[in-house]
């Protein structure tokens, strides 16, 4: 039989608080009663007071209430099916790296599905942007920035709570410069402002899956604009 599980991408830069927000998200989860999984790629991002436990050579770690956090080992895809078999949970969350990109990750997401019987659900693709730095972010990382919020569903304009209004009147200008069709939503990681929201898109919507027809028409569109 071939069970389901819902991948949920949480893209931002370094530093746009992702890490604050999906430890957040993660409790929300959990305390609404779903089985929830983690994976994020930078090694010591995350520090759950929990025992690891090793389990076909992934390094996971549990902490209460059925989540599991775990460092990369070994392919995205193995990693993923892994998780599955191992753990079935209902949702997988994923902290990229700050350059990783949401369509990329889709894809090799989706390679699980070779590798053990699993179907794979994305949840809207959410981009964090700092709304205190989006501006200097703009000019220095554009191009990654861009696909960032290109590929989002939503964008969560972060750290409410310490920027002006004038930032995030920016911030807005940005992504929908950037990406008109993205949903904009508002965030503070840091208080919990916009995280029962960021709940609700993870548990209740779903994403596109990757579509090599839709990657080469990017691809192209991305070298008429470079
Ligand atoms: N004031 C404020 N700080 C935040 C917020 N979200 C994250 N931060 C801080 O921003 C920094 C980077 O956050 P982190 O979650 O590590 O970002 P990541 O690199 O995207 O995972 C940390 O010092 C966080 O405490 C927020 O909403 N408000
Ligand atoms: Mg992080």
Known sequence: ?????KLSQ?????????????MKIVDE??????????????VGDISVDAKFIEAHGLKAKEISGGCIC????????????????????DIIIVEPSGVA?????????????????VYLEHAPVITLVDASRAVMLERAVK??????IREADVCFINKIDIATKEEIKKAEDLVIGMNPHAE????????????SYACDLIEQKTSSRYDDAVEAERLKQEYKEA
């Open 1 to 5: 039989m071939v069970g389901k599980v």
């Open 10 to 22: 949480i893209a931002g830069f370094l530093g746009s608080g992702k890490t604050t927000a999906l």
């Open 29 to 42: 989860l959990i305390r609404r009663g779903d089985k929830v999984a983690i994976i994020v790629n930078d």
């Open 70 to 89: 775990c460092q990369i080992a070994g392919t995205f895809a193995e990693t993923v099916a892994q998780i599955y078999d191992v753990f079935k949970p």
């Open 101 to 117: 990109i949401p369509w990329g990750l889709k894809r090799a997401a989706e390679r699980a599905e070779g590798k053990t019987d």
């Open 143 to 148: 191009r990654l920035v861009e696909t960032q």
């Open 184 to 195: 904009i939503a508002y965030m503070s990681a840091e208080t919990g402002e916009g995280i």
